[in-house]
């Protein structure tokens, strides 16, 4: 059944929306232009309280964080998913409390080279969801456009997308980035990776859970 339902998404025909007055259709292909699942997601219609570690961004920084945010609680409420990325202030550091996530900044790419952000499960509950983590980004990485670009793909992996480096460029906001301070073509989800979202958050609510 798990191997039946993770093959669906190879064969989905997904709704563009109008473009030029003529509807596009899509076909999803994990790892060439939609991300495999991750190991693990937020449960099903949760206010994920955000937190912003003071000093560490600027109004500007602050507001694309947050445009990126409610970008993807329109997709997650869209997909049936019903997780909400909700603004808690800022925070003098990492919070571990229920449905929070913490964002902040360290040196990252200086120690390791192939990466410029991070998502961090702090705590999981005994179902494998997610209970509490945080987000780091590079102290370099200050571009308004390539923060929401970092932010939409760390937030994609609290919904259970994994990183596709493979993946065709432009197609998932889950593909590599080529700089610090870069987007990766994309500062919202895909279509492909909304529909990776949808059929997390069907199995979950099914109660097929994929072998968990």
Wanted: charge should be positive.
């Amino acid at each position: 059944m798990k191997a039946y339902l993770l093959t669906i998404i190879a064969i989905i025909f997904l709704p563009f929306g109008s473009v030029s007055g003529q509807n596009k259709t899509k076909v999803c292909n994990t790892n060439h232009n939609s991300p495999p699942r991750g190991a693990y997601h937020w449960p099903p219609d949760t206010a994920v309280k955000v937190y912003l570690v003071r000093n560490m961004f600027s109004p500007e920084q602050r507001a694309t964080l947050l445009a990126a945010m409610a970008g993807w609680t329109d997709g997650a409420r869209r997909m049936g998913a019903g997780v909400r990325f909700e603004y808690a202030g800022e925070s003098a550091g990492v919070v571990s409390c229920q449905n929070c996530l913490t964002v902040t900044r360290r040196e990252i790419h200086k120690y390791d080279r192939k990466h410029y952000a991070f998502f961090n499960p702090l705590k999981r509950n005994e179902a494998g969801l997610l209970v509490a983590a945080w987000i780091d980004f590079d102290f370099a990485t200050k571009d308004p456009q390539a923060l929401r670009g970092f932010m939409v793909h760390e937030l994609g992996h609290g919904l259970g997308l994994w990183d596709c480096t493979g993946c065709q460029k432009r197609k998932t906001i889950m593909n590599a980035f080529p700089g610090i301070n870069k987007d990766n073509g994309l500062t919202e989800p895909s279509p492909c990776d909304l529909e990776v979202v949808r059929l997390i958050y069907w199995l979950e609510r099914t109660g097929d859970q994929g072998g968990k």
